[in-house]
């Protein structure tokens, strides 16, 4: 296909559009522009993936060199492979999905135009992310994503609350990214080329499995991959991230752009293969925060949160699962996560909408009945969530436990972390179900989802059904996988695992045979739940461990000899200014005078050599 | 004369029976949108007329003009940014003088000045593009004569520019008579067989320098600029601040390149000194200022002094090419910038009272008010300070990279100290135009609304494309100058 | 020896009109009165015709006069009595000739005047003596110069138009004030 | 008829003299008249020194390039007088140092 610049073309374009109307733009245009450009997109992208799966070829597309400045040369290129491809489906597919969800949600939103532009941007970044033929171009997708999150999660500006978590997203991910760029410049350096494929050639002809310097640039990378993905230790920003607009959760912070992580390991997974430390320390990661993230969503009250929090676990268990090579599967787990997450995001954003913005899940109840599209929505998200059997969620997370199983040594503790992952899972989206959509109505809804809502919220449900019988063009990308030769033991532990945590959920909160509320209510239970509730208390210790030493420092500082360097320079530089423009009488004569200075002391110079 | 040497000299010669229909369409039938539309087209006419040049070049069209392709490229660029500057001064001249008709001659005769020096290799060409030049902008300078601040600038502008004319014909006379040669390759070859002594070379030679470094405005001869700025018409001082200092740019590398002036180590280090000083005092000066013309006056100082890198870079034979060729992209992406930055002072000021909208607060959220204008100088800005995918980034990457493989640190140094101290007062400006507008109200009415916004698309796309696709450029300038 | 008489003559001529133009060139520009200083100019340009006559270019000497010392110098003339200053005028700028005023701009241009006497003192040559005609210029002039007279026509057109636009108004003004 | 031999640094010198006399008088005076008067006397010892290297060399191009200063003179005070024109208009004064309303 010709077009494929036309891809990414379509949402900047729009996005430039909208951002050059200044809100001026009647809101129906703007929102169809919006939505429309992803549309459009998700249309390109489909003939392509057409011929993708017809021939297989890779494609390379060069758009143009930037510039050639001695061995410099960056390119504006894309690399059209099956992974990209899968990507590329998923961002405009679910993008397009969610844009047409908001076109309905922010309707009474005076900035629509805005957030449509912000919208296109990102989508428009993350095209370029995950197309990019090099880690330049990759990088520049990657802080256009972080750009575009930042502005959305700060969306609703005037609350200073939503500005605080919009910089602490920032600030957080700042420092993965920091990390990741030093490993740019580390694999630039050493291996002379920023173009992925010629890198992951260089980089298997020059090292050796297990050298140090594959590990290091990995370990960088994992970095800016970790802070990308809200993983430990970097997972604090997500749950604040939740400030902005529902559909850019759905988005952004769950369908897509907190997978870019995921992505960018699977795409240098050659690298990763060169440092198996760094591939452990993957698995690790993955698996600590899934059990992480999963006890702390079991407390969570805020609906958005308690999403969030499982967004992280999902992410876990990709993480997990790329950890143990098991590349294709952590995609797989990518693409059905998309669709079931997205579908659960978008259910409570309508949710939140048909309730004037309550996110409280105690204040709802009793909404199965009065908005039926929503709760089927829900519930099909949240089974695919849970991974029971023949949803697209049980075929992804089943791929990743027997992956993990079968690893030597280490791998039963990755399976059986999992299996308690899968677990909790289980009961902390069933509880959600059985608290939100069952038992008594605490608020009524004032109105009905639309057509654009329900359009959404249905086709999306069909895909978190049947999207675990897609098969991903993933073979020519990865390592063959070992084929599954698991006991029929581990399938069925595997399948009973989530049913067990459904069966849990309603006991505890249906049908109320053990009494959850009293064990909860003891003073341990209450500690315990306060622990969880905060997260793992993980902000409270990033408060004493950096915040709270970094500020101290800074306040010490201001009065301080650093301080007073970087006040001498601005001093120095206001007098230099006012000194120099003291000069600049408006005096004819004065000038006169000053131009004969200086040519009468340049004469003085060369007389001097001259002689 | 023959009709190659026609050919090769056809973008004056366009120019100049330009400037002569012109006349007589001006005294014919008054009418501001004709001449204007004549005006822009004949510049646009000789800057097309270049390709049909240098199907002859490289010519030597009597002792006084060479036609070759970097004489060509210099003159495109002029016509063009002539042109540019005709449209979108047309609303601004008839606001704001009566009879605007011959505003529009005297900006043609300024550019075929300007496209003179491009072609210039003999003192006299390089006096006569020179004065041509200098000449038609006192003019245009005090062109709009209802109020003051133009005449104080003209007369400052004329006084001085004039002293600087004569210091640099002194030189030149001085040169004449040690080597007997008018032209530059001729004066080059007479240096190293003078007859009069060796001791009055580096003098005049100097004196030349002087001359020219006035036009340029390096410090120390740098205190018109802001004045001049201020005072000139807005889209005057875009067409002062980018074509008249290219071309006396392009004029003074091309006497260097020519008479090999690069062999006196002390005189090249001399351009070496004064952008250094030019770098520093212009950012500095530009630091804490609140008028938008002046805060440009002083950038155009420290942008001059970056580009006088490039001499001390062709210090070494090596890196000669690379230097040129990164002069040349910084005067294309420079004057691009500069247009557009002064283009959109030049449709905010709508005042009838003459005065122009170029404090700090008069852009306060000019971005909510006028997205596209507000742009328009926004990627001005950007280009100015070197942030990436402008053409500005591309010119300072160039030069940066040129004056690393010159081993030039010191002016490296100066360079990004420099430029750091640009990003905060170009993004002041910036910070300004996004504030709210309920902070602070100010109307401004936006003349010539179709053909400003055209204009403004245009330079954009220039600016940005230059950023973002350079390198057809750089091929090309690779071509022609090696 | 007769010849040589009239070489000395000669030569004396050139240091008595170098004497003069100099002369003239001080008191000219350190009149008050503006008129004043434009004789004093207009002496000056005669005296420098006079050493080109000297020098052998006869042809410089003559549009010396006639363009610098005529033309030019009459433009002078003319805004000169247009503005008419008058007495106050004079008496103004006589004040504003005062000492202080002197020290920085003649500190500053005697050191030019030392550096380019530095500079000038090896410089052994003569001029030729054989004088340059006009027959020759001419020839040179429309010879390789021939862009240079064109390019100047439209610098003198330049001029004309500046002029004209800036002096234009004033001038309708005052008949209109009349 | 033949011309005069004298000595090259002696014509130039005198060059220089009014050369610097006139950037005395560019430095000194107040009044733009002046101001005026002191480039033509610039430009003229620049035109000197030219016709005088014309002279030694015994060429053409000296005074060629006499003639072109003359014409850039005549254009500078054509174009320099009508501004004076307007100066006295505006500001009701010649001096210089009352115009710096540009400053800064």
């Known amino acids: ?611 | 004369m023959n009709a190659t040497d026609f050919q090769a000299v056809l973008p004056l010669l366009v120019l100049a029976i330009g400037a002569t229909v012109l006349m007589l369409q001006i005294a014919w039938v008054r009418n501001p949108g004709l001449t204007a539309a004549l005006a822009a087209l004949v510049m646009a006419l000789s800057a097309l007329s270049c390709r049909l040049a240098a199907e002859v070049a490289p010519t030597e069209v009597t002792p006084l003009l060479q036609a070759d392709r970097y004489s060509l490229l210099f003159a495109t660029l002029f016509g063009f940014a002539g042109a540019i500057t005709a449209l979108l001064s047309r609303d601004y001249v008839s606001l704001h003088g009566d009879e605007p008709e011959e505003f529009f001659l005297l900006l043609v005769l300024a550019t075929m000045g300007a496209s003179v020096l491009a072609y210039a290799i003999h003192v006299a060409s390089l006096l006569l593009g020179l004065e041509l030049l200098s000449v038609s902008l006192y003019a245009l300078i005090a062109y709009p004569n209802k109020s003051i601040l133009p005449l104080e600038a003209a007369a400052k502008y004329l006084v001085l520019s004039g002293a600087a004319s004569a210091t640099a014909l002194f030189g030149f006379a001085l040169l004449y008579a040690a080597t007997g040669a008018l032209g530059f390759t001729e004066i080059g070859q007479g240096l190293t067989v003078t007859t009069t002594g060796q001791s009055v070379l580096l003098p005049a030679a100097v004196m030349v320098f002087a001359g020219l470094a006035f036009k340029l405005s390096l410090v120390p001869f740098h205190l018109w600029t802001p004045d001049v700025y201020d005072g000139a018409p807005a889209p005057v001082t875009g067409f002062l601040a980018s074509v008249a200092k290219g071309a006396v740019f392009v004029v003074l590398l091309r006497l260097f390149l020519d008479a090999d002036l690069f062999r006196y180590r002390i005189l090249v280090e001399i351009t070496g000194l004064l952008a250094i000083f030019s770098m520093l005092a212009g950012n500095l000066l530009a630091l804490l200022q609140t008028n938008i013309k002046r805060m440009l006056a002083y950038s155009s100082i420290a942008h001059m002094g970056y580009l006088m890198i490039v001499f001390m870079v062709s210090l070494s034979g090596d890196s000669q090419a690379l230097a040129v060729e990164a002069a040349s992209y910084y005067l294309i992406a420079y004057t691009a910038t500069t247009i557009a930055a002064f283009g959109l002072l030049t449709l905010i000021s709508t005042d009838a009272s003459g005065r122009e909208n170029v404090q700090l607060q008069q852009v306060s959220g000019l971005f909510w008010r006028q997205p596209l204008l507000a742009c328009l100088m926004l990627v001005a800005l950007l280009s100015l300070a070197g942030i990436p995918l402008t053409a500005g980034f591309i010119a300072k990457f160039y030069l940066v990279n040129a004056a690393v493989s010159g081993h030039n640190w010191i002016l490296l140094f100066t360079l990004v100290i420099g430029s750091s101290i640009g990003i905060y007062y170009y993004l002041r400006v910036v910070y300004y135009m996004t504030r709210r507008p309920e902070e602070h109200r100010v109307e401004q009415k936006i003349i010539s609304a179709w053909r400003g916004r055209i204009l403004s698309g245009v330079l954009i796309a220039t600016i940005l494309l230059l950023g973002i696709a350079p390198q057809p450029l750089m091929h090309y300038l690779k071509a022609i100058l090696h | ?178 | 008829m033949g011309g005069l031999q004298i000595p090259m640094e002696q014509v130039l010198a005198l060059a220089g003299l009014l050369f610097s006399c006139g950037l005395l008088g560019l430095m000194l005076r107040r009044n733009i008249i002046f101001m005026l008067m002191s480039l033509e006397v610039m430009l003229n010892a620049a035109a000197l020194a030219f016709v005088a290297a014309g002279a030694k060399w015994q060429q053409a191009d000296g005074q060629i390039i006499f003639l072109l200063i003359l014409s850039v003179a005549a254009a500078e005070v054509a174009v320099g007088l009508g501004l004076v024109l307007q100066i006295q208009r505006r500001f009701k004064t010649l001096d210089m140092d009352q115009a710096r309303r540009l400053r800064g």
């Not at chain 1, 959509?437 to 639309?450: I, K, L, S, V, Y």
């Not at chain 1, 006991?487 to 945590?501: N, Q």
Request: hydrophobic share 55%; net charge positive.
């Open chain 1, 1 to 611: 296909m010709a077009g494929i610049w036309l891809i990414p073309f379509f949402p900047l374009a729009s996005a430039v559009l909208l951002l050059l109307s200044a809100g001026r733009m009647p809101r129906q245009l703007a929102a169809w522009l919006g939505a429309g450009s992803v549309g459009l997109s998700a249309i390109c992208v489909a003939s392509l993936v057409n011929d993708f799966l017809a021939d297989g070829q890779v494609r390379e597309v060069t758009l143009w060199t930037w510039m050639t400045v001695a061995e410099f040369t960056p390119r504006f290129a894309f690399y059209i492979d099956g992974l990209t491809v899968v990507m590329m489906s998923v961002i405009t597919g679910v993008g397009f999905l969610i844009h047409l969800y908001s076109i309905e949600f922010m309707w009474d939103d005076e900035s629509i135009c805005r957030y449509f532009a912000y919208m296109n941007l990102f989508v428009g970044a993350m095209l370029l992310l995950v197309m990019a033929d090099n880690l330049l171009l990759l990088y520049l997708g990657w802080e256009g994503v972080g750009v575009c999150s930042y502005l959305l999660v700060g969306f609703w500006y005037r609350d200073p609350a939503n500005g605080k978590a919009a910089r602490k997203a920032f600030v957080v991910t700042r420092v993965g990214d920091t990390a990741m760029a030093l490993g740019l410049f580390l694999l630039f350096t050493e291996l002379g080329t920023l173009d992925i494929q010629p890198l992951l050639a260089a980089a298997n002809s020059t090292w050796q499995v297990g050298d140090t310097l594959p590990v290091l640039a990995t370990a960088l990378l994992l970095g800016g991959a970790v802070g990308k993905s809200a993983q430990l230790p970097l997972q604090v920003w997500l749950p604040d991230a939740m400030a902005g607009p529902t559909p850019v959760s759905a988005l952004i912070h769950a369908a897509t752009m907190v997978t870019a992580g995921v992505y960018l390991i699977a795409r240098t997974s050659g690298l990763f293969l060169l440092a198996p430390p760094t591939m452990e320390a993957v698995a690790w990661i993955g698996l600590l925060t899934l059990l992480l993230a999963a006890f702390a969503a079991l407390v969570q009250q805020d609906i958005k949160r308690i999403l969030a929090y499982s967004t992280i676990s999902q992410i876990g268990y990709m993480f997990l699962a790329l950890g143990v090579g098991a590349f294709a599967s952590g995609i797989f787990h990518l693409v059905t996560h998309a669709f079931f997450k997205a579908l659960l995001f978008l259910a409570a954003g309508a949710v939140i909408h048909c309730l004037h913005h309550e996110h409280n899940i105690f204040r709802m109840g009793g909404l199965r009945k009065r908005l039926p599209v929503v709760f089927w929505s829900f519930l099909i998200g949240s089974a695919a969530l849970a991974a029971l059997p023949f949803t697209s969620g049980f075929y992804s997370k089943d791929a990743i436990l027997l992956s993990a199983s079968e690893v030597g040594g280490i791998g039963l503790w990755l399976w059986a972390g999992g299996l308690l992952g899968a677990l909790l899972t289980g009961i902390y989206s069933f509880r959600l179900v059985f608290i939100v959509f069952f038992g008594q109505a605490h608020t009524e809804p004032d109105r009905q989802p639309g057509w654009k809502m329900s359009v959404a919220l249905v086709v999306l449900c069909a895909l978190a059904l049947a999207g675990g019988l897609l098969a991903l063009p993933l073979a020519d990308v990865f390592p063959a996988a070992r084929a599954h030769e698991a006991s029929h033991a581990i399938e069925y532990i595997s399948i009973g695992t989530p049913l067990l945590g459904l069966l849990l959920a309603y006991l505890m909160f249906l049908g109320r045979q053990i009494n959850f509320d009293r064990a909860a209510d003891s003073i341990a239970g209450r500690r315990v739940r306060g622990f969880l509730f905060s997260g793992w208390r993980f902000d409270q210790l990033y408060e004493v461990l950096w915040v709270r030493p970094y500020t101290t420092v800074a306040h010490w500082c201001r009065n301080e000899p650093v301080d007073r360097v970087y006040n001498a320079i601005v001093a120095s530089s206001q007098w230099a200014h006012h000194k120099l423009a003291a000069l600049q009488t408006g005096e004819l004569r004065w000038y006169a005078t000053s131009m004969v200075f200086g040519l009468v002391l340049l004469l003085a110079v060369m007389l001097r050599n001259a002689t």
């Open chain 3, 1 to 178: 020896m007769r010849k040589r008489g009239g070489a000395i003559m000669m030569e004396m001529l050139f240091y008595i009109a170098a004497a003069v133009a100099l002369l003239a060139t001080v008191l000219a520009l350190s009149r008050a009165n503006a008129a004043h200083a434009l004789i004093y100019l207009i002496v000056s340009l005669l005296a420098v015709a006079v050493v080109f006559f000297l020098m052998g270019a006869p042809f410089a000497a003559a549009l010396e006069i006639v363009i610098y010392a005529g033309a030019i110098m009459v433009l002078f003339v003319f805004v000169i009595m247009m503005l008419n200053v008058g007495r106050e005028g004079t008496a103004r700028e006589r004040e504003w000739l005062g000492g202080r005023n002197w020290i920085a701009p003649g500190i500053l241009s005697a050191l030019l005047l030392l550096e380019l006497m530095l500079a000038l003192r090896h410089a052994p040559a003569v001029t030729s003596g054989v004088a340059v005609t006009p027959k020759e210029v001419g020839l040179t002039l429309f010879g390789p110069y021939v862009l240079a007279v064109e390019i100047a026509s439209m610098l003198l057109l330049a001029g004309l138009v500046g002029a004209y636009h800036l002096g234009r108004r004033f001038i309708v003004r005052r008949e209109r004030r009349r």
